[in-house]
């Protein structure tokens, strides 16, 4: 389905596979031991899929999936098997990309280089994030002595819910978890590295790991404006909240109309949704080299 107004796709549909899920922003489809991920342009706020969607977001989701897949492909090997949509509606190119089927870690792998976010309210209350001490005397959006790995269990629906690592050994064992921490701070240092030389902060980011043949895959979506945090490395000024490459504007917005975060969740102007689009756009230009 396309939004008239914008050109946006908000929902694909695909007789000729199963639909698998449907999820925040991502429609999935089954065919055998291979799965179609499209990335729509629907938009989520405070946990809310919005009936507006963002113009090229879904475009810009998968395409810098795909710069950062082959970016990290001598650290970790991924899902990613073709962006062949032939046979295909249109509006599946450019969004949409072939994977191999996964046995996937329930559990969210973030990275922290900056306190922010969750963890900055963590912090307020404990002094800690995920129950790792930090020094006193923090500011948000403070560069962190080092990067921390804060992970989550992964939520269908609300908020993801920040876990202690002892948690994650006890959920999926000592010897996955060493090694989906390591590997999660290892990939954070290669990209927020090469991301400060593009002018880019990467504050947080989080990704997900599969199992196939034994061997632990990144999966899903990676280092893109929806699962990571990017700051302007220009304007970069901590002791408070940072301008940032993702829904600002969305939210921005809507704690101006004092919505009361229920459903049904409202419409965006177009200047949003516009403004939200350049953004995503932004980013993708900025860490690339590349225009969509």
Known sequence: MTSPTSGVVLETTLPSLKLR????????????DRLLFVATDRISAFDYILATGI???GR??????LFWFDFLRDVVPNHFLSTD???????????????RRANMVEVECVARGYISGSGWKDYQRTGA???IPLPKGLRESDQLPEPIFTPATKAQTGHDENISFDAVVKLIGADLATKLRDLTLGIYKKASDYARTRGIIIADTKFEFGIINGEIILADEVLTPDSSRFWPLATYAPGG????????????YLESIHWNKQPPAPALPEDVARKTGEKYREAYRELTG???
């Open 241 to 252: 909240a940072q301008p940032s490459y993702d829904k600002q504007y969305v939210r921005d």
């Open 290 to 292: 590349k225009s969509l």
């Open 60 to 65: 810009v989701l998968t395409q810098m999936t």
């Open 21 to 32: 899920a449907r999820g925040k922003v991502r429609d999935i489809y089954d065919d055998g």
């Open 85 to 99: 949509m032939s046979g295909l509606p249109p509006e599946f190119d450019g969004r949409s990309m072939w994977v």
């Open 55 to 57: 113009p090229d977001k």
């Open 129 to 131: 994030i995920c129950g």
